[in-house]
């Protein structure tokens, strides 16, 4: 099954039903149904067609999360054409990094959009209602295939990389397989409005549109310029009678202390979803105090399956619980660990790192193949097969009962706001810095407990003064907001330890 496909398998027969509501340039509700989604979609294909593109070509997108941008997905889908969502708030240089990653041959944006410097030979053009709007046409390319297949590439997503590049993460059709598995685990049905929190340039917005559409449910996208004010958030939220919210933890934050009364008052809210980093217990507690009808849902998983697991939070949370449990793979995949040997981990307890079994794997990392076959490596249970898996770089242990318990990270990713960042792209961004001459990063915690990029940064001795708003502004221009350090350290020299590393700890205890 393709990706368009999935998602039109229930709406389709319902063509009336509303497919998507979003907020207006004009601040009111606007309802696009499922039968107007297919005619823009059509509308975009064709489009798509006559301006030369087919199987095997690549697009970015440009947007955040409209009905729009939804069918403009589905298009891509139809004709075979692999899709590269990027935020209206990417900066220019990091854009510049994807595209000449990536090769696309359009690039496309809202009518809105003020992106105006595309070098060539990248075709841009605009998309809305009307349809698509070519301005600079894309090179004409060969194309020999006839028939798109569940192998070939729906989409890509650029993560942060380790080696200061974004990396693109390619995924094929087979990821329907994972929405199966989701859609098995009955979080929405086809009366509920489902509200996406994240950008469109993030895999979780992806899952959400699969959850909404592949259910035949609504998808309220929350505007950015909502989501950061809780009373706002949640006027919103009432307004559009969403009744199952998908986002990170901290989304949450704000109106559990700002706005209680308003958050328990939220007459539709059924269902939350939270994904991408913990969620603090004591929050936890006070959420299902304020809203104990509430079904709380964990989600783990990476952008390399868009995700693994779905477990539901226990109501009420035991008094000594330490952990939440990320539970164990969805339908129709599996989750194992082992030691670093490559030896089965099975006993209660111990920790070994989470390989994921799945047919919704990524096909590998666009143009790295050594990136690749590290994180695609043979089943350790039955190498000699030629079957590949995900090593996921998480740890965990079991519980008692065969549950699975994240613990960490063996690398350098950290998690902001659920964001996955790579320590060594936002360190080689800031040594781009003139007269900086060595650089370290660290993730430490805020006085509320959220996780911050702290930067300590060596300047050459004839480097002059440095500030932090200079260092601030020269890492917004190649670097995502949220992979801006929100704090500098000038030092003279960064402590090193024994056998001549970075001292990550001694840095830490700075800050203490």
Not at 97 to 111: G, S, Y
Not at 459 to 479: I, Q, R, V, W, Y
Request: charged share 20%; glycine share 8%.
């Amino acid at each position: 099954m393709l990706l368009h496909e999935f998602m039109w398998a229930r709406g389709r027969a319902t063509p009336d039903r509303p497919a998507v509501v979003e907020l207006s340039e004009t601040g009111e509700l606007v309802s696009t149904s499922y039968g107007r989604l297919a005619e823009l979609s059509d509308t975009y294909a064709s489009a798509l067609a006559e301006a030369g593109l087919g199987i095997g070509d690549r697009v970015v997108i440009e947007s955040d999360t409209t009905a729009t941008a939804v069918a403009l997905l589905l298009a891509c889908s139809r004709q075979g054409i692999t899709f590269i969502p990027v935020s209206p708030e990417t900066p220019d240089q990091r854009l510049r990094n994807i595209t000449d990653a990536a090769r696309p041959a359009l690039h496309l944006q809202a009518p809105r959009g003020v992106r105006t410097n595309l070098a060539e030979p990248i075709g841009t053009a605009r998309f809305g209602t009307h349809g698509i709007t070519v301005e600079r046409p894309p090179l004409p390319s060969a194309r020999p295939r006839r028939e798109v297949v569940e192998t070939d590439t729906a989409y890509m997503i650029f993560t942060s990389g380790t080696t200061g590049r974004p990396k693109g993460v390619v995924m094929s059709h087979r990821v329907t397989a994972f929405y199966r598995g989701m859609l098995a685990e009955g979080m929405v049905g086809t009366d509920d409005r489902v509200a996406t929190t994240s950008p469109l340039q993030f895999d979780f917005s992806l899952l959400d549109i699969g959850l909404a559409l592949g259910s035949g449910a609504t998808l309220v996208p929350v505007p950015r310029q909502v989501l950061y004010f809780p009373r706002r958030f949640l006027g919103f939220l009432e307004a559009a009678r969403v009744t199952h919210v998908d986002g990170v933890p901290s989304i949450w934050r704000a109106p559990l202390r700002h706005e209680p009364e308003l958050l328990a008052s939220l007459s539709a809210l059924s269902g939350i979803l939270f994904c991408g980093e913990d969620f603090p217990l004591p929050e936890l507690r006070r959420m299902q105090e304020l809203r104990p009808d509430t079904r709380v849902i964990n989600c783990y998983g990476a952008t390399e399956s868009m995700a693994a697991s779905f477990e539901d939070v226990p109501n009420p949370l035991p008094e000594d619980l330490q952990r939440l449990s990320i539970g164990n793979a969805h339908r129709g995949a599996d989750m194992l660990l082992f030691d670093e040997k490559g030896a089965l981990v099975t006993e209660p307890g111990a920790v070994g790192e989470i390989h994921l079994y799945s047919p919704s794997l990524f096909t590998g990392y666009f143009d790295d193949p050594e990136a690749t076959a590290r994180a695609l490596v043979p089943d350790p249970l039955d190498p000699a097969s030629g079957r590949t898996v995900l090593r996921t770089g998480d740890l965990a242990h079991r519980g008692e009962k065969g549950e699975l318990y994240f613990v960490g990270r063996r690398d350098s990713q950290v998690q902001i706001r659920g964001n996955r960042i790579e320590i060594g792209e936002v360190e080689r961004a800031i040594e781009e810095f003139p007269g900086v001459t060595s650089v370290a990063v660290l993730a430490l915690p805020r006085a509320d407990e959220e996780l911050a990029l702290h930067a300590f940064v060596v300047p050459a001795p004839d480097a002059g003064t440095f500030s932090e708003p200079a260092l601030a502004a020269f890492c917004k221009k190649t670097l995502n907001p949220y992979m801006v350090p929100s704090r500098f350290t000038v030092l003279t020299r960064l402590p090193v330890t024994s056998n001549g590393k970075t001292d990550r700890r001694a840095l830490a205890a700075q800050t203490a």
